[in-house]
């Protein structure tokens, strides 16, 4: 069942697509129904950029996939990257004290739980920089993780763009009602996968606030915003922007919240709303 757009809906200056579960299918390609589309609607002289909660790392395989490196905003919105300089061009981090709060907080409210960070360096493949780093026991949500295990004294010891909170056969949504009373306003808490994994960034950092920073220096309002997503995490967006687009395999919360719902990602249903903007 979609929930279909306003008659007349303007020309978007800028197009924002979560990337998991939205602009990929399950298998994880872009099919060509889909790249064709996002091309129609560039062709047009509308942006197109990405909003993932993906660590810049994990973004060169969508950009292969696009045939052109978008703009990027990562980790939930603590990372601006650009992919086709391979620059981070600005990142938002928990501090070490922070972390130390938090990880106290986490042991306390979710016994049993690992904690896992993302940390960050200039560049999406920085061999200086370990990026993903797990404490000893944390089980990892995905398969072939690239991570380095350390201390938990190691991992809390440094700025990251991203903490892990994970408790395998729990319920993300539950992990973060629980802990969302003990952590308050002190950091932003969300998941992109109900598989007992939560995601925290800092402090009013989301999505929409690093579309945001990416778009105001090029004088576009978020309002201008068409964007597409299918998780909690990307309700920030989908609410702030001009259109918000939920894919017919959304969450309940964000089904309810968007202003249109579109076919799931599996029958391209990003294509089918661009092509309606974009007849071309």
């Known amino acids: 069942m979609t929930r279909p757009a306003l008659p007349q809906h303007p020309i978007p200056a800028l197009i924002a697509s979560d990337v998991d579960g939205t602009l990929l299918d399950n298998d994880e390609n872009i099919t060509e129904r889909t790249r064709a ?22 973004i060169a395989p969508v950009v292969d996939a696009l045939g052109f490196a978008p703009l990027a905003v990562c980790a939930n919105g603590a990372v601006l990257y650009d992919p086709n300089t391979d620059r981070v061009i600005s990142a938002r981090t928990l501090s070490a004290d922070s972390l130390v709060k938090l990880a106290e907080v986490v042991y306390r409210v979710i016994p049993g739980a690992g904690l896992a960070v993302e940390r960050i360096g200039e560049r999406a493949h920085d061999a200086v920089t370990p990026q993903f780093v797990s404490s000893p026991g944390y089980e990892h949500a995905w398969l072939n993780p690239d991570n ?11 700025p990251a763009i991203k903490l892990l909170v994970r408790k395998a056969g729990a319920a993300s949504a539950d992990m973060v009602a629980e802990l969302a009373d003990h952590i308050g306003s002190a950091a932003e808490l969300t998941y992109s996968t109900n598989n007992g994994l939560v995601e925290v960034v800092p402090a009013g950092i989301t999505k929409a606030s690093g579309i945001e920073e990416l778009i105001t220096p090029l004088g576009i ?26 894919m017919g395999n959304a969450h309940p919360e964000v089904l309810a919240a968007a202003a249109e ?9 990003l294509a089918r709303v661009l092509e309606r903007i974009f007849p071309g």
């Open 37 to 58: 589309a996002v091309h129609a609607a560039i062709e047009s002289g509308t942006g197109f950029i990405l909003a993932t909660g993906r660590p810049p790392r994990w």
């Open 221 to 246: 309002g978020i309002e201008q915003v068409v964007a597409f997503g299918d998780m909690p995490n990307d309700l920030p967006m989908l609410v702030q922007a001009g259109h918000g687009v939920a």
């Open 148 to 158: 380095t295990e350390v201390s938990l004294q190691d991992l809390l010891s440094r």
């Open 261 to 269: 719902i579109t076919a799931p990602n599996t029958e391209d249903g």
